[in-house]
Every structure is written in C-alpha cells, then in structure tokens.
C-alpha cells in the first residue's frame, strides 16, 4: 500500500476514534440530581415495573399540593407489589389559574410504555429513582420487531459495563427489553452489597 | 494503478466516516437553548412541553416563561458554612450573589438583583394571600434556601429544584423559590466534579444554583430535547462551572427582543427563537464528521504533489 492512504487511512482511525466517544459516551453525572448507577436503581427502587401509560390526571395530594398522577396499566411486575394498576405522584401541575413547575420533573404522555424504578411514591417530590435515571422508554423497533430500551432522553442503551447503563446514537445497538429484564433480574439475584452510608 | 485505488480506498474511508457520523445523527434536531413552556390543556396541563406531541388533547403554549418585568429580585438565605469553601469564598450566599452576576453579565435588559439582607417570607404554605401559587411565597417573592425537604415532601434524589410558579394564561413568571437539598454534601469549587470518599459527588453550590437561576429566569435543559450541547443549563453535567456561549443566548432569545421592543417578555417572534436552533439549523455535529472527509481529499492532493 502506498504511503498517502496509508496516511489517510491512520487519520481516519484517529478521527473515529478521538470524535466517536464523544457521541457515544454516557453523561457523566447528574447535576441537580444524584448520579444512580444500574445497581443502585436496582437495589434503591422499591417497585421496579414495566408497564403502559393510561391516565394522566392532576389534582391535589393530601397536603394539598398540586400534583400530577400518572396512572401505568399492563404491568409486569420485576421488582416488589404492584395492584393490576400502578399509579405515580408527581409533585406540580395547576392550580387555579396559576401553575407550578419543576423543571427537572419527568412528564409522561398516554400510550408510552416504560421501565419505571419506583421509590418514595406519594411522600416524596419526585417517585422515581433518580428522577429521570430511572425512567426507561420501551419502543417497538419495526425492523427488529421487537422491543428496545432506551433512557428518558430517548438515546438507545446498548449494554452494561461495570455498573454503568451503555449509551449510543445507534438505535440499531439497543438492548431489547428482555435483556434489560434479566439484567435487572440478574442484579436482582447477585446484589452488589449494601448501600453506602448516606448515599 | 495500485497508488490511484488505495487513494481511492483513504477517500472511502473518509466518506465512510462522514457517512456513520450522519447516519449517528440522523435523527438528530436543531441544537440550541430552549425555553420552558407548559402544555394547555389536555392532560398534561402545566407541565413542560416542547411541542404539541407532549400535550395530548391540548397544546404546547406558544409562549415561554418569563418575568414580564424583565428583572427579578433573589432572597439569598443560604447563609455561612461551617466549613472552609474551596473556592475562597467565605458564604454560600456570596456564590449566589457571584452566579447571580454571571446571568447579568450576559448583557441583555434582564437583571437579577441578589439580596443578602431581607426578610424570608415561608415559601411553604396553601395558595392565598401569602402564596402565589402553592408552596411558593408571595408574588416576586424568590428566596433561595437550604431545606431538608420540599415542604414536607422528601426530595428523594433532587439536590436542588427551582419550584416555577406562574400565570398560565400568558406565561407570566409570578415567583420561583430555589429550594437545596441540606442533606446532600455541598462546598463551592471551580473546575472537575469532586467525589468524596464514598464516591458520592460533593456538589458545588456554585454550579447548581447557577443552573437553577438559569431556571428561574425561564430557561429548560437543552439535553431534554434530543440534544448534544455544552451548557450550563443541560441537566445532565460535564464539568462545566461557567455559563456556555448556548446558555447565554437563551437568555439573549428570552429577554432582549421583546424587552428592547417594550412588549415586555417573550411573545410574537421572539417565542419561536426560544425553540430553534441557535447556531444556524445545522447539527453542528455533520461539520465534524464530514471534516476530515473534505481535509482529506485536499492532503491526498497535496501529498500526491510531493516527491
């Protein structure tokens, strides 16, 4: 092989390398919000269910509070109790003619169906595991035909390495949504031991 | 013959490259800043919403959440640490007044005016006279607080949260209490994230109240909409401390239009500009991976000249 693209050809592995993991990599942490890894979610949520949006309501909790409830409906049950319905309590919503948000509040819309790792529903701000860390899109993949998982910002999770959930662009590279089960069923089974102090 | 098809081969290779990195970002938007708007009506009324899709049997409110004031004053009540801050600064409030500034300096008619001394209203309470919205204090009224929980709800996994209250007829901002998490750790530092012992991060007061003034002001994460950014009000963090060129212009799209046009906060035109691309329209990530594909045909060219 000559040397010009032999040269081109290097500059082109250096480039996929030095630009692809900027792409692919993961977000390093959360900033208003605690970081939670895989088994942190796992072991931290008190429910961990599969299951479809079918009602969204607000209202006002019993304190008073403006609350929206999030009601998911065909569960599959992969980590504590859950009834044939399974409804959330997110703080926020109307109230008269005035309303409150909290911007880093996940909002749902009916028909989607998602992983939720469930902790603190009613008494707490925010029901979910990390806030938006521990909600999962599940989409159907036509070409596939079959369902994938990917992380509340729609980006396709590819895998664990460690304790850390893969991200990447590639939506072809998605995990499905049995894998994700036995992953969590698999974390289910071998703990990763106690929770540190505090955390 | 054999150097022609191997040059043919690198400049594959580049367009094959230029190609993965479009393909990556097919479905890729417009990057830039967006603002905060709530759906109306339907189920989701109130909540955030980037287009009508996320307001089923409602719509995405053609406005953004703003002070129509075009200023807005914040109550620090974060107080003195007992601990040494790493950033040399002496008080928690000083950070808050110091982030507080970052904002003004982005030289647009919106001011924040930071006040040390005053007299806390309780953000915590029933919609009234003391209330502008529930758990929210009086209109205008923004303390900034250490709390343990959200009047009485446990924060869970939040470290701090801008609590937006506003009128849902024009999107007027009527007050935004900050409330920070007191048992999470905390310090204020510049630079990397610091993990303690426990590999807990400690958060830095002056990062994550910057993002929430970038909340009260009327700004959302640009990383909940499908993008790639560096900002200071993604919700997702590098090891940002100061405001980005992006959040800088969401604030610049939010308030300098409509405040030099004396319509008082966002409307007309300047709604739109809050949702769009604040670079041009282009994904600036084609540009990259396109790159070395354009280089690389002119150094083939050029080394084919050499000797």
Same mark, same amino acid.
């Given at each position: 092989m000559s040397r010009v693209p032999r040269f081109l050809l290097l500059a082109t592995l250096a480039w996929t390398v030095l630009t692809l993991p900027g792409l692919v990599? +993961? +977000?390093?942490?959360?900033m208003v919000v605690m970081q939670r890894d895989f088994p942190e979610l796992v072991a931290r949520a008190e429910q961990v269910v599969v299951g479809t949006v079918t009602a969204i309501t607000q209202g006002q909790d019993e304190s008073g509070a403006p609350s929206t409830f999030v009601t998911f409906s065909d569960l599959t049950v992969l980590k504590g109790d859950a009834g044939a319905t399974l409804t959330l309590k997110f703080y926020g919503g109307v109230a008269g003619n005035v309303a409150v948000m909290i911007p880093d509040m996940p909002t749902f819309t009916l028909g989607e169906r998602d992983v939720v790792f469930v902790a603190g529903n009613g008494p707490t701000v925010c029901p979910l595991v990390g806030v938006w860390q521990g909600r999962f899109h599940v989409r159907h993949d036509e070409t596939r035909n079959t369902d994938v998982i990917e992380d509340s910002d729609h980006t396709p999770v590819t895998g664990l390495v460690g304790r850390k959930l893969q991200r990447a662009p590639l939506r072809a590279a998605a995990i499905t949504l049995d894998v994700f089960r036995q992953m969590i069923a698999d974390e289910l089974a071998q703990p990763s031991g106690p929770l540190m102090p505090g955390r | 013959m054999k150097r022609y098809g191997n040059g043919a081969l690198g400049v594959l290779a580049f367009v094959t490259v230029g190609l993965l990195g479009s393909l990556l970002l097919r479905d890729g938007v417009a990057y830039g800043f967006f603002c905060l708007k709530p759906c109306l009506?339907? *189920?989701? /009324?109130?909540a955030r919403c /980037?287009?009508? *899709?996320?307001? +089923?049997?409602g719509q995405c409110a053609p406005y953004c959440l703003h002070w129509t004031q075009g200023s807005a004053t914040l109550d620090s009540f974060l107080g003195t640490p007992t601990m040494t801050l790493l950033n040399g600064t002496l008080t928690w409030d000083e950070n808050a007044y110091n982030v507080a500034q970052d904002w003004n300096a982005a030289g647009t008619p919106f001011h924040y005016t930071v006040d040390l001394e005053g007299t806390l209203n309780e953000p915590c309470g029933s919609p009234g006279a003391a209330h502008a919205c529930p758990n929210s204090g009086p209109v205008n009224d923004n303390p900034v607080v250490f709390r343990s929980s959200f009047c009485g709800l446990g924060f869970n996994d939040i470290v701090a949260q801008t609590n937006n209250c506003y009128d849902i007829g024009t999107g007027a901002m009527l007050n935004a209490p900050v409330f920070v998490n007191s048992t999470a750790p905390w310090n204020a530092y510049d630079g990397d994230i610091i993990f303690t012992a426990d590999g807990e991060a400690l958060n830095d007061i002056r990062r994550v109240v910057l993002h929430e003034f970038g909340h009260v002001l009327g700004l959302d994460h640009p990383d909940d909409h499908g993008q790639s950014v560096s900002a200071i009000m993604n919700k997702h963090e590098s090891d940002l401390d100061r405001l980005q060129s992006d959040d800088l212009g969401g604030i610049r799209s939010l308030y300098s239009q409509s405040s030099a046009s004396g319509s008082g906060g966002p409307a007309g035109s300047n709604i739109n500009s809050c949702q769009l691309d604040a670079h041009g329209g282009a994904p600036r990530g084609w540009i990259l991976w396109w790159l070395p594909a354009i280089a690389g045909v002119r150094v083939r060219r050029w080394c084919r000249k050499l000797p």
């Open positions: 990599a +993961p +977000p390093a942490l959360a | 009506g339907g *189920s989701n /009324t109130g /980037t287009d009508d *899709s996320d307001c +089923p049997g």
